[in-house]
């Protein structure tokens, strides 16, 4: 027997809970969270999550994790997915129908990244190949802007000393 859809909101919050912490560590508190069941659709070798035409139409990226098909976690470490936004979903990902008439767009688990999970969570994710190569001058635009807040750092902290010496 399936869950109502107040019961489905409610342990899509509570999963969403343990996802918390990550989602105002990168100051989205709003993240598109959509729990989905990873499966091997007929035909395909590898898993696939499916997403509602509705969802994708939203135009953002999607944060997920592997439930069943009552909203409970599949997975003990209770890993957090990632999907950027596609612009070109319509035409990627294909459509299927399911036999009751509802159509989805199949997405497979292997474009999902893997953001972390409990046994990474509060661990400090770099990418270092966005970093700024320290041999690299800096262009005329980065040394005004580098001035610019060093002029506000010294504004802050005069006015702290002002407000010291009182």
Do not use: C
């Amino acid at each position: 027997m399936g869950i109502t859809p107040e019961q489905r909101r409610q342990k899509v919050n509570k999963l969403k809970e343990e996802h918390e912490d990550y989602f105002q560590t990168i100051g989205n508190i709003n993240a598109l969270f959509i729990p989905k069941m990873a499966y091997r659709p007929p035909g395909k070798d590898d898993l696939h999550v499916s997403f509602f035409p509705s969802e994708m139409e939203k135009s953002q990226d999607i944060y997920t994790e592997f439930v069943s098909i009552n909203y409970d976690s599949e997975d003990p470490k209770r890993t957090l997915y990632f999907l950027k936004f596609n612009p070109h979903w319509r035409e990627e990902y294909e459509m299927i129908t399911s036999n009751s008439g509802f159509q989805r767009h199949l997405v497979p688990a292997s474009e999902l990244k893997v953001i972390n999970d409990v046994t990474s969570r509060g661990k400090l994710d770099l990418d270092f190949a966005e970093l700024p190569n320290p041999d690299d001058k800096p262009s005329n635009n980065d040394e005004n802007l580098i001035a610019g807040k060093l002029n506000e750092i010294n504004n802050s902290l005069q006015q702290l000393i002002k407000i010291l010496k009182k």
